[in-house]
């Protein structure tokens, strides 16, 4: 069993930059990968970014490629979505989500597991 907490989210104002964080408690190893989505406000739950937790391959979504990094701590368990130059459109709450797989999937539907989110708020 695997379980995510995230934390790190809060109020910004445009331009700023936050970092999120996912500790993961339970199994990692071969084929485990961490992705980070978001959900605003009447919208659906759209992807942000993945790493392979092994290799450390990233993934990221065309909308936030040059400013959203991705990155794991392998030894300490713990993920990051580093998020610079935010803007109001990143206010969401973000979670934190991981699966089993030879890929870093996309689709929300791939994960099994998944944090509780922490909203983060980006005001003009």
């Known amino acids: 069993q695997v379980q995510l907490v995230e934390s790190g989210g809060g109020p910004v104002q445009a331009g700023d930059s936050l970092r999120l964080s996912c500790v993961v408690s339970?199994?990692?190893?071969?084929?485990?990968?961490m992705g980070w989505f978001r959900q605003a406000p009447g919208k659906e739950r759209e992807f942000v970014a993945g790493?392979?937790?092994?290799?450390?391959?990233?993934y990221l979504a065309n909308s936030v490629k040059g400013r959203f990094t991705i990155s794991r701590d392998n030894a300490r368990k713990l993920g990051y979505l580093q998020m610079n130059s935010l803007k109001p459109e990143d206010t969401a709450v973000y979670y934190c989500?991981?699966?089993?797989?030879?890929?870093?999937?996309?689709?929300?539907?791939?994960?099994?597991?998944w944090g509780q989110g922490t909203q983060v708020t980006v005001s003009s």
């Open positions: 989500a991981a699966n089993y797989d030879d890929a870093i999937p996309a689709r929300s539907t791939a994960y099994a597991y």
């Open positions: 339970g199994r990692t190893g071969s084929f485990f990968n």
């Open positions: 790493v392979a937790w092994i290799t450390g391959r990233t």
